[in-house]
């Protein structure tokens, strides 16, 4: 029955990323996989558009970040545990930013998030290939987000995430330029945006 059940379901086919680093409207220009996940608000503080609406749109992003479909359909319940995960991950990553003490019950909704199984990678007959997980639960998935989490904010680059300085953007990113001097999550969007912006004042007669 579940068999058939799948079988079923929508096929998600292969995602192309767009110029500005999107995949279905989705932003993923941070560097890391847990910093794409809080993107899935928009906007923050400046409308807060909510991204991940539906459980439907759930697995669209699980889809478009290369994580394991669901076994099943995302559930309205799974939807909130992956909000709060989501919420939970931007707390600590402002807290980061701003130098400030992270806030203990964020720190528990990673961690508990994080000792869920994890979808199993396996090598391929060729021995040297290996293969992920053809589908996982919901939970499974978000496993490898709050553990993505855990080793940036614990790892080598924790120092280097930074607040994008668009001013219509609200995206984190991971700074991995070799100076550390970056400023927009990504010179394809935020950074474009900037220069043609500091041209106009430069150049008041230009388009």
């Known amino acids: 029955m579940r068999a058939r059940a799948v079988q079923g379901r929508r096929r998600r086919g292969p995602v192309e990323t767009t110029k ?88 528990r909704v990673v961690n508990d998030a994080a000792s869920a199984g994890t979808p199993a990678i396996t090598i391929g007959a060729d021995g040297s290939t290996a293969v992920p997980a053809p589908s996982a639960p919901v939970t499974a998935s978000l496993a490898l987000v709050a553990r993505d989490a855990v080793e940036l904010f614990t790892g080598p680059l924790a120092h280097r995430i930074r607040a994008c300085i668009g001013h219509d953007c609200s995206l984190f990113f991971v700074d991995r330029s070799r100076p550390g001097s970056r400023r927009w999550c990504a010179m394809a969007a935020c950074g474009e945006k900037a220069s043609s912006a500091s041209y106009r004042q430069r150049h008041p007669g230009a388009r």
């Open 20 to 107: 500005d680093l999107r995949r279905l409207g989705f932003p993923f220009r941070s560097g890391s996989l847990s910093l794409d996940f809080v993107a899935t608000v928009a906007k923050r503080g400046m409308g807060d558009r909510e991204m991940l609406a539906t459980p439907d749109d759930l697995e669209t992003w699980l889809h478009v970040a290369g994580l394991p479909p669901a076994e099943e359909p995302a559930t309205p319940s799974e939807l909130d545990s992956a909000r709060a995960l989501r919420e939970a991950i931007h707390r600590l990553t402002w807290s980061r930013v701003d130098g400030a003490r992270p806030n203990r019950a964020a720190i």
